[in-house]
């Protein structure tokens, strides 16, 4: 039988957990009725957006301005094969194209699964491919309304076990310093491929 001690901090506990959860959802919710208007720019696909990267700060499409934006829509619970081997692919191209023009290259990944890939998640998932990469989430509404910009999936596709998963964009989208549309890459496309792609741009200035 529990002390009256035991009982007191079991008590406190359940009470910290709960208000930590009414917590985050308030924060959801009102993130959610809070959304900044997006626009295209003028693009067919893609355009602004305003996220949280792996450290849990805001993040805003104008602070990649001047660089070349590889955009690529997945979620950690992607099989290693699909997003993972796409996500490798990017950090391979970062070393391909050298430090001084990789400098001008911002390969983001964005999760289409932001209740379970929290700042943390994303940080560590991004860490096993290398220094270079971005990620980011938000909450559901707003990974819909840019997703939606960029043309990615936002399906969510039942697992047995009542598990699912995000299914996650066939290509990846390419936004020039002006940040006006410039392309896709497959995401099967090697880390050759996409280096020799963002060469290309980079060497006709679009």
């Known amino acids: 039988m529990l002390s009256k001690r035991d009982r007191f901090i079991l008590i406190v506990t359940l009470v910290i957990v709960v208000v930590s959860t009414l917590a985050g959802y308030v924060g959801y919710r009102i993130f959610d009725r809070m959304l900044p208007p997006l626009t295209t720019y003028g693009n067919e696909v893609g355009g602004s957006f305003r996220l949280i990267n ?28 699909v997003c993972g081997a796409t996500m490798a692919s990017m950090a391979k191209a970062m070393d391909i194209l050298g430090p001084a023009k990789a400098h001008h290259v911002a390969p983001i990944f964005i999760s289409l699964d932001p209740m379970r890939d929290t700042s943390d998640v994303l940080r560590t998932y991004t ?36 598990d699912y998963m995000m299914e996650p964009a066939s290509q990846i989208v390419i936004m020039s310093p002006t940040e006006r549309y410039s392309g896709t890459i497959p995401t099967t496309a090697t880390g050759q491929e996409i280096a020799d792609r963002i060469e290309q741009l980079m060497a006709n200035g679009k």
């Open 127 to 162: 860490l096993r491919f290398g220094p270079r990469l971005f990620s980011m989430t938000g909450s559901p509404k707003m990974i819909e309304a840019v997703a939606r910009e960029y043309h990615a999936p936002y399906v969510r596709q039942p697992l047995e076990g009542g």
């Open 54 to 81: 792996g450290a849990d700060g805001s993040v805003l499409d104008s602070d990649f301005r001047g660089r070349w934006m590889l955009v690529y829509f997945g979620s950690t619970h992607c099989p290693d094969t």
